[in-house]
């Protein structure tokens, strides 16, 4: 059974940095593509970045330039860097895996307010 764990979210000032990780367990980490999808209540989840297991990456353009993704397959972790928020990123968080050969997963997310 796979299990995702994201960590490193919290309460950021416009303008600040924060980095989110992502935890996963119990599955071969270099199958899956790995993405971070935010949510904000009465709003669709936006997927915000994706690294591909061929270590392709993906943005949405309201992150790009401001945000990077990338993998550790050692260490079975993916990281969001972000960078100059503002506090429209204000969501939860959602670390998810996927791949044609396996189920896909998602994590519970961690809360990131950006406020002054």
């Known amino acids: 059974q796979v299990q995702i764990v994201e960590s490193g979210g919290g309460l950021a000032q416009p303008g600040g940095s924060l980095t989110l990780s992502c935890k996963v367990s119990?599955?071969?980490?270099?199958?899956?593509?790995m993405s971070w999808y935010r949510q904000v209540p009465g709003k669709e989840r936006e997927q915000v970045a994706e690294?591909?297991?061929?270590?392709?990456?993906i943005y949405a353009d309201s992150v790009r330039g401001r945000f990077t993704i990338s993998r550790d397959n050692a260490k079975n972790t993916v990281t969001l860097q972000m960078k100059d928020l503002r506090v429209e990123d204000t969501a939860v968080y959602l670390c998810?895996?996927?791949?044609?050969?396996?189920?896909?997963?998602w994590g519970r997310g961690t809360q990131v307010p950006v406020s002054s």
């Open positions: 119990g599955g071969i980490f270099s199958i899956y593509d």
């Open positions: 690294v591909t297991s061929a270590r392709n990456t």
């Open positions: 998810f895996a996927d791949t044609p050969y396996a189920p896909a997963y």
